[in-house]
């Protein structure tokens, strides 16, 4: 249910909202979820090439390096035993000393602009691949491209909402993976894409699961051919 295609570079993004449509609670994704949610969460993982995060997430939520699952079976053979983690930085201000860098399974990508200071690049360097898109802005399009070009064709966003914005608005979005939690929480949280309008980007139902009132979509891009 959850294939990816099997020709040429696809992007799913994997999200959770609230009832009332907030992307995060008290500031973080995780208390949305549910033990269902991060089985997909994981499966999606073992799937993908790569992993591809906005810094403000790798900060807010403290990830760590995606290890290997023995719940993957064998989806990830021929591959790295886990997907490296992109991280989207226009400024690199990272802990590079953090275990997301320092006890990565696999190597992770930087994707940054021509803008970050050398200093920073400098250290960066040491931590990760470089992948210098855009001038004073990381230009996802562009970043993309790059990583497809190295064969992570089998792209994941785990957000947050401003890069899954920055996604749908250069056509990017093929797929969405989006859980649905029974929870309403208000507050003034953003929803899953914060960003300017986009004008068109109209997405058809694939498939919808249920778990202890959880409900799991995929939504493919209406113009996407995903055989």
């Given at each position: 249910?959850?294939?990816?295609?099997?020709t040429?570079?696809w992007?799913?993004?994997n999200?959770?909202t609230?009832l009332d449509?907030?992307a995060?609670?008290?500031?973080?994704v995780?208390p949305?979820?549910?033990?269902?949610?991060?089985?997909v969460l994981s499966?999606?993982r073992?799937?993908a090439?790569v992993?591809?995060v906005g810094a403000?997430?790798?900060?807010?939520?403290g990830?760590?390096p995606i290890?290997?699952q023995d719940?993957?079976?064998?989806?990830?053979?021929?591959?790295?035993?886990?997907p490296?983690?992109a991280?989207?930085?226009a400024?690199l201000?990272?802990d590079f000393?953090?275990?997301?860098f320092?006890d990565?399974?696999?190597?992770?990508?930087?994707?940054t602009?021509?803008?970050?200071?050398?200093?920073?690049?400098k250290?960066a360097?040491?931590r990760?691949?470089?992948l210098?898109?855009?001038d004073?802005i990381?230009?996802?399009?562009?970043?993309l491209?790059?990583?497809?070009e190295?064969?992570?064709?089998?792209q994941?966003s785990?957000?947050g909402?401003r890069l899954?914005?920055e996604?749908?608005?250069?056509g990017?979005?093929d797929?969405?993976?989006?859980?649905l939690s029974?929870?309403?929480?208000?507050g003034n949280?953003?929803?899953?894409?914060n960003?300017?309008?986009i004008?068109?980007?109209?997405?058809r139902?694939g498939h919808?699961?249920e778990?202890d009132?959880?409900?799991?979509?995929?939504?493919v891009r209406?113009?996407?051919h995903?055989?």
């Open positions: 249910m959850y294939a990816y295609p099997r040429g570079p992007l799913r993004a999200m959770v609230s449509g907030a995060s609670y008290e500031g973080k995780s949305l979820g549910s033990e269902a949610d991060q089985q499966f999606l073992g799937l090439d992993v591809i403000n997430t790798i900060r807010v939520e990830y760590g290890p290997p719940s993957w079976g064998d989806i990830r053979k021929g591959r790295p035993p886990a490296p983690l991280i989207v930085s400024r201000d990272l000393d953090a275990p997301v320092a990565a399974y696999v190597r992770p990508i930087l994707i602009c021509a803008s970050a200071s050398e200093e920073r690049l250290v360097e040491r990760a691949d470089v210098v898109c855009g004073l990381a230009d996802i399009g562009t970043a491209d790059a990583l497809a190295r064969g992570f064709t089998r994941l785990e957000g909402p899954l914005a996604i749908a608005a250069a990017r979005l797929e969405l993976c989006l859980t029974p929870r309403i929480v208000a949280g953003p929803r899953i894409a960003g300017p309008l004008e068109d980007l109209s997405m139902l919808v699961f778990e009132g959880f409900l799991f979509t995929r939504y209406e113009d996407a995903s055989g």
